[in-house]
């Protein structure tokens, strides 16, 4: 943004350049590549239409998570031991959170 300038004033100036900025109420943003996900929580989405062209913009807290082709039996069975719960449960649950403290703890619960 411009220092100095408040929304009202911003909008207005976009507007006369034909542009148009529409904020998007997201919870959450996930972007997948080939060996990741980042995932941006609390984000402030917005949709920029300029010159026959639509750019989104994401403010936000962003975490990475590291996708791998499955979970390890080493670590199924550690949170089957922790949380005392079936191989199935364990399994599931570790595909969704992709961290064992965290599976772990949501099993407890």
Request: proline share 4%; aromatic share 0%.
């Amino acid at each position: 943004m411009m220092p100095n300038m408040n929304p009202k004033q911003m909008k207005q100036m976009m507007k006369q350049l034909g542009m148009n900025m529409e904020e998007i109420p997201a919870t959450e943003v996930i972007i997948k590549t080939s060996d990741r996900e980042i995932i941006i929580t609390e984000p402030k989405v917005s949709k920029i239409k300029a010159m026959g062209q639509e750019t989104f913009q994401i403010v936000g807290i962003v975490s990475e998570r590291e996708l791998d082709e499955g979970v390890s039996e080493d670590d199924v069975k550690l949170v089957m031991e922790q949380a005392n719960v079936s191989e199935e449960e364990a399994r599931r649950t570790l595909e969704e959170t992709g961290d064992i403290a965290e599976a772990i703890l949501k099993l407890k619960k």
